[in-house]
Structures are given as structure tokens and as C-alpha cells.
């Protein structure tokens, strides 16, 4: 269920709205609305109609306070009490590690924690080669052949995806989880016209009939905002443009109203104009559904338009990850700053593009400790040897780097945990 919308919906409006079984009668709902309010009387000592009240907030007076209100109200908790970090979330991914078949096996991501909120839109950034597409398809469960997840935990909507059956995620590829690839050209089947491939998806998940599913892939092409949307169901791939091409490719990812959408580099094969576009489309899609958005890129200005939090990879590990604030703001890993220092500027117009040395270690070539080790200037006799772990750094920031941890303990006051840490989940 959404939370209410900032001064739109007070707490109590949202929480009637919920239909509660108790409250189906009208004097069951006035009993209902006087116990909230007695409950906020109590718990935050003072009306609050008139303001939003998150459960948080109740959650956060006094113990013995909150005790005396709840013992009084039998019920009441059902909606008083914060959901659990687990109820939250939509995507929990907890040390994934996938290898690749060979001689001998090649780890190609590992020891990935991160975690996706119903709304929210992570952006994965790195360059090419860091996993993160490997990561989208493994989520997916379109991981190429002679790979396999080997070690990990993917949990969707608190059901543990790693447990199922081929079938059971074939079920939720398309329904729940929808996908949008870089290049909409080679993605789209090229003998079948844009109608035959969006009514596909509906007949096959949804059951819809021949009619109904022309009428929905109208609505769907008229929501991505493409033209003509009759015409179009008619025309083959090959007589649209990219920018088209990628719209429709949003229309069939949206067709079955999936909860999480991965978009892989969804603008890379696109001009610049028709990028805001369709970064608009996906704001607007996220702010209207609720609709959670893994954002893959290598490009961070694009991340940064439109993602709530970012997780930066690197040769197969997140080694930095935060908010956007906190890794614009305060970038900790070498690598992250490095990324943000090639961002093009017209302010640097006469300055050489920044470039970071060197390039990602093949996966033959990663060695025991930090896989930037090559390319970093703070790098450390400790760094070749020992492998770094994802340190909190205080809010919602992350890094795997000895150098940045030292300097994240020092510069926020704070004592990092020792283990690795999902953002997100605590
Ligand atoms: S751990 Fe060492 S080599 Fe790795 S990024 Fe940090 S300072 Fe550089």
C-alpha cells in the first residue's frame, strides 16, 4: 500500500482509506477514527489530524506511553506499528555471487548486498564489464549459459526467489518484473509487427482476449506517448524510430503493470533529446505506479537525474553506495571519484576530459585484494593483500575502501559497523 502523499493526505485519511475489516460499519468507523485519535493524543501528546503522522512517528514516543495506548486498543497496532524493514521491501539481494563454467570457475559478481523499496529507483552505475548487466539478468533469471548463481540470496516481496523453480520465475518474468534493454532494435522481434508483440504479453500473462488486448496495447502506446498508436500496431520495428523503438519497449515492459522494472542502459543507443524523454517517461511511470526502477548505466549524469540512491560497481563488487547526495556530495571510493571527475562540463571546456588510468581487470585477472588496486593513487601495501569490506559510513552510505574507510570513521564521528551492509535494509 502507498504511503500518503505530502499535503495531500493526512495519516488518519490514508489509514480509513484502508477499509479495515473492523471498520465496515458506518458507527464502526467513527469508533475507529475517535480510537486514532485517542491513540495520537496519547502517544505524540497532541491532536494531530491536521498532520501527516507516520507510524515511525508513533512508534517513537515514549516506551511507556506507547504501551499504556496499544494495551487500551487490541487492534490498534495493525496499523500503529511500523512494517518491518522486510515487509518494505521489494528486492532483498544478500551476498549474491554468480560464476562462470570454466576450467576452472570464474566468479564474475560477488558479495552483493542491496536492496530495492516499492517506488524507489536505484541506479547501478559503473563501467563496462563491472557485472551490473550480469547482475539485471541474474535477477531476472536470464543469466546467460555457463553461468549460474553459485552463493546468495535474491528474495522478492519476502519470498525467496533463489528457491525457485525455472517455472515459477518464468511466471514472474514479464507479470512482475519486466526488463528494457539497451537496444531496442535487436530486442524487438523484426518479423512481427509492434501489435502481435505487445498483445502477446497480455494474452499470455493476463488471459485477455484478441480485442481487449488491441485495446489495452492502444493505451499502453498512448501512455509511452507515441502517436498514432493504431497505425503503429500494424508497423514493423524496423520503421520506427530508436526513440520509438525504446518507447515501445517501455509499453511492453509496462503491459502486465509489473511492481519492479530493470532498465539496462535504456538511453545509450539514443540522442540526447530523445534520452530526457524517456527519462521523463520513467519518472513519470515510477511517480504514478509506484513502480520500482533498477536503472542501469555507465553514465552517472543520468543516474543522478533521476535515481533515489546509487550503488557504484566495480570488477563485480558495489564498492560504494548511498543516496545521491551523500555520493555526489561526498564521494569516498577513488573509483567513484574518478567517475564523477569524467562527468563532461562546459565548465571544463578547455581542460582535457579526466579519464581514470587503466582499465577493469578481466576476471582472470582479479587478485586477492582490492580489484581497483591497479588504478588507485591511494593505494596501499594493505590493499594488494587483503580484500575490503563494505563499510557503513553513517545515513544510507557504503564503501568498500581501507582508505575511505579510515577517512568515513574520522569525518562523520561515527564507529562503522564491521560487517557488510545492504543500504536499505537496517
Ligand atoms: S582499498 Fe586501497 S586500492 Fe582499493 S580503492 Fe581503497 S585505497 Fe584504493
Given at each position: 500500500?502507498?504511503k ?6 493526512t495519516?488518519?485519511e ?7 475489516p473492523?471498520a ?5 468507523q467513527?469508533?475507529y ?5 485517542r491513540l ?7 491532536n ?5 503522522v ?18 487500551d ?5 495493525q ?19 554468480v ?21 524507489e529507483?536505484?541506479?547501478i552505475v ?11 539478468l541474474?535477477?531476472m533469471?536470464?543469466?546467460?549459459d555457463?553461468m549460474?548463481?553459485q552463493?546468495g540470496e ?9 528457491q525457485f523453480t525455472a517455472?515459477?520465475?518464468?511466471r514472474l518474468?514479464g507479470?512482475?518484473l ?10 524487438l ?9 505487445l498483445?502477446e ?7 485477455f ?6 485495446r489495452?496495447a ?7 506517448e ?12 524496423h520503421?520506427l524510430s530508436g526513440?520509438m ?12 503493470g509489473?511492481k ?5 542502459e ?7 533529446t530523445i534520452q530526457?524523454d524517456?527519462?521523463d517517461?520513467?519518472r513519470q511511470?515510477?511517480?504514478e ?11 552517472l549524469?543520468v ?10 560497481m ?29 562527468i ?11 579519464a581514470?588510468?587503466?582499465v577493469?581487470?578481466?576476471?582472470h585477472e582479479?587478485g ?13 601495501d ?6 575490503p569490506?563494505l563499510?557503513?559510513?553513517?545515513g544510507?552510505?557504503?564503501v ?22 545492504a543500504?536499505?535494509?537496517?
Amino acid at each position: 500500500m502507498q504511503k500518503p502523499e505530502a499535503n495531500k493526505q493526512t495519516w488518519m485519511e490514508y489509514e480509513r482509506n484502508k477499509q479495515l475489516p473492523f471498520a465496515k460499519e458506518e458507527n464502526e468507523q467513527e469508533l475507529y477514527d475517535s480510537t486514532v485519535q485517542r491513540l495520537l493524543k496519547q502517544t505524540v501528546g497532541g491532536n494531530r489530524q491536521d498532520t501527516i503522522v507516520k507510524p515511525n512517528e508513533l512508534w517513537g514516543a515514549p516506551h511507556i506511553q506507547q504501551e499504556q495506548a496499544f494495551s487500551d486498543l487490541n487492534y490498534v497496532d495493525q496499523f500503529a506499528q511500523p512494517a518491518s524493514a522486510a515487509e518494505e521491501l521489494l528486492l532483498d539481494i544478500r551476498g549474491l555471487e554468480v560464476q562462470l563454467q570454466a576450467k576452472k570457475p570464474l566468479t564474475v559478481i560477488d558479495s552483493i548486498d542491496l536492496t530495492v523499496k516499492q517506488g524507489e529507483i536505484i541506479g547501478i552505475v559503473g563501467e563496462s564489464g563491472c557485472g551490473k548487466s550480469v547482475l539485471s539478468l541474474s535477477i531476472m533469471g536470464l543469466l546467460a549459459d555457463g553461468m549460474h548463481i553459485q552463493d546468495g540470496e535474491i528474495w522478492y516481496q519476502s519470498r525467496p526467489m533463489h528457491q525457485f523453480t525455472a517455472e515459477q520465475v518464468r511466471r514472474l518474468r514479464g507479470k512482475e518484473l519486466a526488463m528494457i534493454f539497451q537496444d531496442p532494435l535487436t530486442s524487438l522481434n523484426p518479423s512481427l509487427t509492434i501489435g502481435q508483440q505487445l498483445t502477446e504479453m497480455l494474452r499470455r500473462h493476463l488471459r485477455f482476449e484478441k480485442q481487449q488486448a488491441n485495446r489495452e496495447a492502444i493505451r499502453l502506446l498512448q501512455r509511452v506517448e507515441l502517436p498514432r498508436p493504431e497505425a503503429l500496431l500494424k508497423a514493423y520495428p524496423h520503421q520506427l524510430s530508436g526513440g520509438m523503438r525504446q518507447r515501445v519497449m517501455i509499453a511492453i515492459a509496462l503491459s502486465c503493470g509489473p511492481k519492479l522494472l530493470i532498465a539496462d542502459e535504456p538511453t545509450t543507443a539514443l540522442d540526447v533529446t530523445i534520452q530526457a524523454d524517456i527519462l521523463d517517461l520513467l519518472r513519470q511511470i515510477r511517480d504514478e505506479d509506484q513502480t520500482s526502477i533498477l536503472l542501469v548505466s555507465h553514465d552517472l549524469g543520468v543516474i543522478a537525474e533521476l535515481c533515489d540512491r546509487i550503488a557504484v560497481m566495480y570488477a563485480g563488487q558495489i564498492v560504494e553506495q548511498g543516496t545521491v547526495d551523500e555520493l555526489f556530495d561526498s564521494p569516498k571510493h577513488p573509483y567513484t571519484e574518478g567517475l564523477l571527475k569524467s562527468i563532461p562540463s562546459p565548465a571544463k571546456k578547455h581542460e582535457r576530459l579526466y579519464a581514470i588510468p587503466g582499465v577493469v581487470p578481466a576476471l582472470h585477472e582479479r587478485g586477492e585484494g582490492c580489484r581497483f588496486y591497479s588504478r588507485c593513487h591511494l593505494a596501499s601495501d594493505i590493499c594488494l593483500k587483503h580484500q575490503p569490506a563494505l563499510i557503513g559510513l553513517g545515513g544510507q552510505h557504503a564503501v568498500r575502501c581501507f582508505a575511505a574507510e579510515q577517512e568515513g570513521r574520522i569525518s562523520n564521528g561515527v564507529s562503522a559497523p564491521a560487517t557488510s551492509t545492504a543500504i536499505g535494509r537496517n
